[in-house]
């Protein structure tokens, strides 16, 4: 284990005009909530554009957000009375959808929030129902895992759901198809984690309340730690499929870094965002690679027809190949 103590530079993001217009999301960019607002922002800290949000009474309450597949945002607002509320960048257009007893624990850095396949899953705390809560695109929702309270809630880069259970420092990780637990693995060392991202490899990075970001091997052993990093209040944490590295306090803060950077010990960088928000904000990266990679089916060529087969041997699809060549290799 390496215990590290770090002192971050403050750049201070460059003073643009905001385009409040809608538009595609920059592959590489990251999304930002604050207050009732949400911003895209480049990793060099400069505001690309805000979006525009829906006239909810509670959508001041943010609890966490992702990027979809089809590049929408999905926001998870709301505290008594929850909301799943998602915007197209394209289209400006919002959905939105709600669940019977769904709500949560009032603390600012409360919920999480998660994609796979077809469905957006959030976590569910009070006492009228807790678990998980899967919802379809087509409208429908069921609550799975009930009888488990998280507070945040990832889609590993390794195709794993990621759950953190409320004041513990243990996770459960959960086959997303089955929606069962695989295991669960204790955080060495760990207090008051707030927000979790998880690699391809199944290596864990923290954010805490305290300050602390750390790694943690897919065992849970701390091999980095790096206590009050530039200030208390870290909240929410996001990592992409080329090791980049965001996370975010309530001081309106960004840090920025890599997964080699990490390793070699080099501090994050440290964006003060130009907007000030009254409450805690939660990052994403436009790209949600985690999303792109989860799809576990084979591909076998055979003549000029292509066969999609499921893990276990179903066959789901067939596709005529539009040539009488041989076929030589697919991807």
């Not at 509670?58 to 089809?70: E, G, M, P």
């Not at 944490?237 to 965001?246: H, K, L």
């Not at 949600?288 to 084979?298: C, E, H, L, R, S």
């Amino acid at each position: 284990m390496k215990n590290i103590y770090i002192a971050f530079l403050l750049f201070s993001s460059l003073v643009v005009s905001i385009p409040l217009y809608a538009m595609p999301f920059g592959e590489s960019n990251i999304i930002v909530s604050g207050d009732n607002m949400l911003f895209e922002y480049s990793v060099e800290g400069q505001i690309v554009q805000q979006i525009p949000t829906p006239p909810i009474p509670d959508f001041t309450q943010i609890r966490d957000l992702i990027v979809t597949a089809s590049g929408e945002v999905a926001i998870f607002n709301g505290t008594s009375d929850p909301e799943l509320n998602l915007y197209n960048p394209q289209t400006e257009e919002w959905r939105s959808f709600k669940f019977p007893g769904w709500s949560i624990v009032n603390n600012d850095s409360n919920g999480g929030i998660a994609a796979y396949g077809d469905g957006i899953y959030v976590t569910d705390m009070m006492a009228d129902g807790n678990g998980i809560i899967r919802f379809g695109l087509d409208g429908t929702a069921q609550r799975v895992l009930e009888g488990k309270d998280y507070v945040d809630l990832t889609l590993g880069l390794d195709g794993k759901f990621y759950a953190l259970k409320e004041n513990t420092s243990f996770v459960d990780i959960i086959d997303p198809e089955l929606m069962q637990v695989i295991r669960t693995v204790q955080l060495e060392f760990a207090i008051d984690v707030r927000g979790i991202a998880v690699n391809s490899s199944g290596y864990i990075y923290t954010v805490s309340w305290n300050g602390e970001f750390a790694k943690y091997d897919s065992n849970g052993t701390q091999w980095i730690s790096m206590p009050g990093a530039g200030s208390i209040n870290l909240v929410d944490i996001d990592i992409d499929a080329q090791g980049r590295i965001v996370f975010h306090d309530r001081n309106n803060i960004l840090y920025l870094t890599n997964e080699l950077f990490v390793e070699q010990l080099i501090s994050p960088q440290a964006i003060n965002l130009p907007v000030v928000y009254s409450a805690s904000s939660f990052v994403a990266f436009s790209k949600n690679d985690a999303i792109v990679q989860t799809n576990p089916n084979v591909l076998v060529s055979s003549d000029n027809r292509m066969f999609e087969y499921t893990p276990a041997g179903q066959l789901i699809n067939e596709i005529t190949i539009p040539s009488t060549d041989q076929v030589r290799d697919l991807i």
